[in-house]
């Protein structure tokens, strides 16, 4: 029988897997800043400062573009929510610094998204504003989960936002857009990694364990989504859009990661383990 670790003892087991992984993160991470990617010769003031408030026929993006950013820089936004969901669980040691660097991290790309909005007048600032005091006030809770749900699902959620960037770049709305979204994508897929790795280090571990925790999250697995000012759930409006799509996130989000984690290849399965993958529907192989 497969010995159950308890929250605190994979602390500390997977702690060296986290150090290594944080040095290996850093290293591979292109440094960029986001002021690069702003067009500030385009900005001017509101009328507030003496210049002229936003009008609709100012923005020169699509409704697809416009709609695909709002809902990135509202999510991005909500940062403090996210990160207090994970930071709870990681509070130690190298855990704690990866929660940080994690954060500064997101929280560029809100830095990004906005001032790029902003300065283009791509979008309605006042909504705009509107909808990020809704959606902090909302906040974001996720039901109490153990350590290994945590990296699972946060691994799943990285690979979708990764995927979501990688189709609004896609959209080639315009050189700037489509660089911001290669750029947001490619911070994604390296933060998925990192949680991937823990992931696979944990299997290696407490197989049976692993497998629940991952079963589980594919199970629930929701993208992060939000109510729009004109009442629509962003995810109907990006699935509508092409930037999401639900019917092929087991073949997108969770059959890369399975693979990577040789999920359908073990051989170390115990009772429990091999339940769990049963669970797991075809469409997710």
Do not use: C
Request: charged residues 25%; negative net charge; proline residues 5%.
């Amino acid at each position: 029988m497969q010995s159950f670790l308890t929250d605190r003892e994979l602390l500390e087991s997977l702690a060296p897997e986290v150090e290594a992984n944080l040095k290996r993160h850093i290293a591979a991470a292109d440094e960029w800043q986001p002021h690069d990617y702003v067009p500030w010769a385009e900005g001017r003031n509101f009328e507030f400062l003496g210049g002229v408030d936003w009008d609709p026929a100012q923005s020169t993006l699509s409704e697809t573009a416009k709609l695909a950013l709002t809902v990135s820089v509202l999510i991005a936004d909500n940062l403090p929510s996210y990160h207090r969901e994970v930071g709870k669980y990681l509070r130690t040691g190298p855990w704690w610094r990866w929660v940080g660097r994690w954060t500064a991290e997101e929280n560029r790309h809100e830095i990004l998204l906005r001032n790029y909005l902003m300065v283009t007048r791509a979008v309605d600032p006042v909504q705009l504003d509107r909808s990020r005091m809704e959606h902090m006030t909302n906040g974001f809770r996720r039901p109490p989960l153990h350590l290994l749900d945590v990296l699972a699902e946060v691994a799943f959620d990285e690979a979708a936002a990764a995927i979501r960037h990688r189709n609004i770049a896609a959209l080639g709305e315009n050189a700037m857009v489509t660089a911001i979204a290669e750029r947001l994508a490619a911070d994604d897929e390296l933060q998925s990694e990192f949680f991937a790795d823990l992931v696979a280090a944990a299997f290696d571990l407490v197989p049976d364990q692993t497998m629940r925790a991952v079963a589980d999250r594919i199970a629930a697995f929701r993208v992060p989504e939000l109510t729009l000012a004109d009442g629509r759930n962003s995810t109907e409006v990006l699935t509508d859009a092409g930037i999401h799509d639900p019917a092929r996130t087991a073949e997108l989000v969770f059959a890369p990661l399975l693979e990577r984690w040789n999920v359908f290849s073990r051989t170390d399965f115990g009772e429990a383990g091999e339940q769990a993958r049963a669970e797991l529907t075809v469409a997710a192989r």
